[in-house]
T-cell receptor, first 113, second 118 residues
């Protein structure tokens, strides 16, 4: 069955430090992959997506992610974290028919000053 | 452009009561979805719809029902509320893909309904 694993439940980084959030997926075909961010009390906002082409994709708010087929990974990165980046981040894979999403459990990012 | 609108934002129910969570979108999206979010579990798909009159079960459909009479609206019905249905519910919508519906189109989410059942 298709699945998405986010190994880190919580991550704390200092403001200005670099960030990498891990995501591994299990899916037989070429995946369509997404990263969403959720601020407290809000819905999910799309950060970026990958479906083909360049394996390094750029998103909003200075985020990027790299698709590595050999490692079944789609890790999210940001070179310098801002306090406003504190939120929960979800990796997801889209399934065939109906564009259904399978989500990882999420990673909560805390930013310390 | 309102996007995806969910009502109510908060609700407390007693065990055995029923209620309908409302969801409407103004983006003319064919596809709509209901998810529930529980701490540490991510989002789980309850039901989805690929167009008016067409609905299908997701991963966790038990205890819920849906209907899709218009493109804009996709209400979620809880008939006999149980404590296990305490959760945050999100509605989402997206454009369809080409061909069979496999799509790279992102889903757009509402702000959620926080439901407690006591």
């Amino acid at each position: 069955a298709q699945s998405v694993t986010q190994p880190d439940i919580h991550i704390t980084v200092s403001e200005g430090a670099s960030l990498e959030l891990r995501c591994n997926y299990s899916y037989g075909a070429t995946p369509y992959l997404f990263w969403y961010v959720q601020s407290p009390g809000q819905g999910l906002q799309l950060l970026l997506k990958y479906f083909s082409g360049d394996t390094l994709v750029q998103g909003i708010k200075g985020f990027e992610a790299e698709f590595k087929r050999s490692q079944s990974s789609f890790n999210l990165r940001k070179p310098s974290v801002h306090w406003s980046d504190a939120a929960e981040y979800f990796c997801a894979v889209a399934l065939e028919y109906g564009n259904k999403l399978v989500f990882g459990a999420g990673t909560i990012l805390r930013v310390k000053s | 452009n309102a996007g995806v609108t969910q009502t109510p934002k908060f609700r407390i129910l007693k065990i055995g009561q029923s209620m309908t969570l409302q969801c409407t979108q103004d983006m003319n999206h064919n596809y709509m979805y209901w998810y529930r979010q529980d701490p540490g579990m991510g989002l789980k798909l309850i039901y989805y719809s690929v167009g008016a009159g067409i609905t299908d079960k997701g991963e966790v459909p038990n205890g819920y029902n849906v209907s899709r009479s218009t493109t804009e609206d996709f209400p979620l019905r809880l008939e006999l509320a149980a404590p296990s249905q305490t959760s945050v519910y999100f509605c989402a919508s997206s454009y369809p893909g080409q061909g069979t519906g496999y799509s790279n189109q992102p889903q757009h989410f509402g702000d959620g309904t926080r439901l407690s059942i006591l």
